[in-house]
């Protein structure tokens, strides 16, 4: 089990979990919520492995929000690994790292997609770039 079971013999609320490999470690990530200070707080978390998979690192908590994740997807290339998701209201985002998941930086979101319902994300990566596509639902 690579979440982390809730306290007080509550169920966890854990989706879309992926593992990819990035040289020789294996990264998993997932979205799950949790409840802090009477309000539900949404988070993207990961965790990663060395030793096919006999360790694992601590539960990393690499973005959270009080907005829902949908989407999420990880794909690796060499040492680089990138993940996006789409933040209900704030528009689609990507994380990279490029030293096999150890380190983490946020990307933002992605200009023209905050206040669209996206979804059915999709990702490649090639010649050291991520290229993602995705559908919006548009009112105009």
Not at 24 to 47: F, K, P
Not at 65 to 71: E, G, I, K, L, P
Not at 127 to 138: F, S, T
């Amino acid at each position: 089990r690579l979440d982390t079971p809730p306290a007080g013999g509550k169920s966890s609320d854990v989706h879309e979990p992926q593992t990819v490999v990035s040289g020789t470690s294996w990264i998993s990530a997932w979205t799950d919520n949790t409840y802090t200070d009477g309000r539900v707080l949404y988070r993207i978390v990961s965790r990663r492995t060395d030793d096919a998979g006999e360790t694992w690192s601590i539960p990393t908590v690499l973005h959270q929000s009080d907005h829902h994740f949908s989407s999420l997807i990880v794909r690796a290339s060499g040492d680089s690994v990138v993940l996006a998701a789409d933040e209900l209201n704030k528009g689609v985002f990507a994380l990279t790292s490029t030293d096999n998941g150890r380190n983490w930086r946020n990307s933002n979101a992605l200009a023209g997609t905050a206040g669209l319902s996206n979804s059915g994300i999709a990702m490649s990566i090639a010649d050291k770039r991520a290229h993602l596509v995705w559908m919006e639902q548009r009112n105009d």
